[in-house]
């Protein structure tokens, strides 16, 4: 059986996300018509949450096993930290390209439809499971976000007069994102210790996500010893969502992986 009327739901969703953003960015200085598309970003965010409390219900398990899984919270979480940022900065480009983010994991997961899979393997019937995915698929969203910045900022610094405050959205940005990446790093290994007996065994996929937690670290050891090189900075960012990548997706496709229990679910 396929997800729960997830087409519908997705192409209602999509559509409110496109209108909403439709009227941001014809509100000019119309505060009303700003807070009115505000709203109905929103209320597409309300959808795909009843969406998600259904497949849960539904699956009787969190919905966090398999890749499309993955995507659909990175579509979810994605418009949430977009608004938010709208609403405190009113950067009209980066709720955009929250949306658009969002619109594309959607479209991805309506071109590659799952199936209702009810199983859980003992390893993942822990109370760690879900706080692990979770937090880092927040942080995922926030560094993904980043990487827009920092790709935004290259351009700026090579073509126009960059701005200060775009080097501030970046660091506010990694700030988060390392948050979460750094409490998914400690609740996978309480969860290894307790599914495995151990914390950590190096297994292809934590190799790949302590590459990633260290590619963040340098960026933000370059940003406090050296906050002049921004160019050095910039490219250090971009280059770290390319490891982000391969430890999320990649993963799945490294020969070395095959045999991985981190690898996701079809």
């Given at each position: 059986?396929?997800?729960?009327?997830?087409?519908?739901?997705?192409?209602?969703?999509?559509?409110?996300?496109?209108?909403?953003?439709?009227?941001?960015?014809?509100?000019?200085?119309?505060?009303?018509?700003?807070?009115?598309?505000?709203?109905?970003?929103?209320?597409?965010?309300?959808?795909?949450?009843?969406?998600?409390?259904?497949?849960?219900?539904?699956?009787?398990?969190?919905?966090?096993?398999?890749?499309?899984?993955?995507?659909?919270?990175?579509?979810?979480?994605?418009?949430?930290?977009?608004?938010?940022?709208?609403?405190?900065?009113?950067?009209?480009?980066?709720?955009?390209?929250?949306?658009?983010?969002?619109?594309?994991?959607?479209?991805?997961?309506?071109?590659?439809?799952?199936?209702?899979d009810?199983?859980?393997?003992?390893?993942?019937?822990?109370?760690?499971?879900?706080?692990h995915?979770?937090?880092?698929?927040?942080?995922?969203?926030?560094?993904?976000?980043?990487?827009?910045?920092?790709?935004?900022?290259?351009?700026?610094?090579?073509?126009?007069?960059?701005?200060?405050?775009?080097?501030?959205?970046a660091?506010n940005l990694?700030?988060?994102?390392?948050?979460?990446?750094?409490?998914?790093?400690?609740?996978?290994?309480?969860?290894?210790?307790?599914?495995?007996?151990?914390?950590?065994?190096?297994?292809?996929?934590?190799?790949?996500?302590?590459?990633?937690?260290?590619?963040?670290?340098?960026?933000?050891?370059?940003?406090?010893?050296?906050?002049?090189?921004?160019?050095?900075?910039?490219?250090?960012?971009?280059?770290?969502?390319?490891?982000?990548?391969?430890?999320?997706?990649?993963?799945?496709?490294?020969?070395?992986?095959?045999?991985?229990?981190?690898?996701?679910?079809?």
């Open positions: 059986m396929n997800w729960i009327n997830f087409p519908l739901y997705s192409y209602i969703s999509c559509s409110l996300w496109l209108l909403g953003l439709i009227l941001i960015y014809l509100s000019g200085h119309k505060k009303s018509l700003e807070l009115i598309g505000g709203l109905t970003v929103i209320l597409g965010i309300v959808v795909m949450t009843v969406f998600i409390i259904q497949l849960w219900i539904a699956l009787e398990r969190p919905p966090l096993r398999t890749l499309g899984e993955t995507r659909l919270w990175y579509a979810f979480f994605l418009p949430v930290i977009g608004i938010v940022f709208f609403f405190r900065w009113k950067y009209k480009w980066f709720l955009a390209y929250s949306v658009l983010m969002a619109l594309l994991f959607l479209i991805i997961n309506l071109s590659h439809p799952e199936y209702y009810k199983t859980l393997m003992p390893a993942l019937q822990s109370p760690w499971f879900v706080p995915v979770i937090v880092y698929i927040i942080g995922y969203a926030f560094l993904g976000v980043s990487t827009l910045v920092a790709v935004y900022g290259l351009y700026m610094h090579y073509f126009r007069t960059m701005d200060s405050k775009l080097m501030l959205l660091d990694v700030y988060l994102g390392f948050g979460f990446l750094t409490l998914g790093l400690l609740f996978g290994a309480l969860w290894a210790k307790q599914a495995w007996g151990h914390y950590w065994t190096w297994d292809p996929k934590e190799t790949w996500a302590f590459l990633t937690w260290l590619g963040y670290l340098i960026y933000l050891h370059l940003r406090y010893q050296h906050p002049k090189k921004v160019e050095a900075s910039l490219w250090t960012l971009s280059l770290a969502f390319v490891v982000l990548i391969v430890a999320w997706f990649g993963i799945n496709i490294l020969p070395s992986a095959q045999n991985s229990v981190h690898v996701y679910g079809n």
